[in-house]
């Protein structure tokens, strides 16, 4: 089927920056949108960042200016670039991605497994 495989998470002070990458692969014909949640604890999941294929992006109104969503569509990976974090956008980082898959011909909406993001004050 498909995997959404993360990386880049970790611990940094407040200001500093990090890049988290998804890379997507197995049975992907097409992937349409691709996108990055985040989940603190004891809150709800939600949209951080999100990209088209054609590459229109669209923000959470906590990360606008700080954040910043990009994809390689040949190599199918999205990237966040986060700078400027605060201790508040410590969470469990998502990628998700919207495949429409050449084995089911069905679209799927995949996840990856979660990485951390730490950032301490």
């Known amino acids: 089927q498909v995997q959404l495989v993360e990386s880049g998470g970790g611990l940094v002070q407040a200001g500093g920056s990090l890049r988290l990458s998804c890379a997507a692969s197995?049975?992907?014909?097409?992937?349409?949108?691709m996108g990055w949640y985040r989940q603190a604890p004891g809150k709800q999941r939600e949209l951080v960042a999100a990209i088209t294929s054609g590459g229109s992006t669209n923000y959470a109104d906590s990360v606008k200016g700080r954040f910043t969503i990009s994809r390689d569509n040949a190599k199918n990976t999205v990237y966040l670039q986060m700078s400027s974090l605060k201790p508040e956008d410590t969470a469990v980082y998502y990628c998700?991605?919207?495949?429409?898959?050449?084995?089911?011909?069905?679209?799927?909406?995949?996840w990856g497994q979660g990485t951390l993001v730490t950032v301490s004050s």
């Open positions: 197995g049975s992907i014909f097409s992937i349409n949108a």
């Open positions: 998700n991605a919207d495949i429409y898959s050449d084995y089911t011909w069905r679209t799927l909406d995949a």
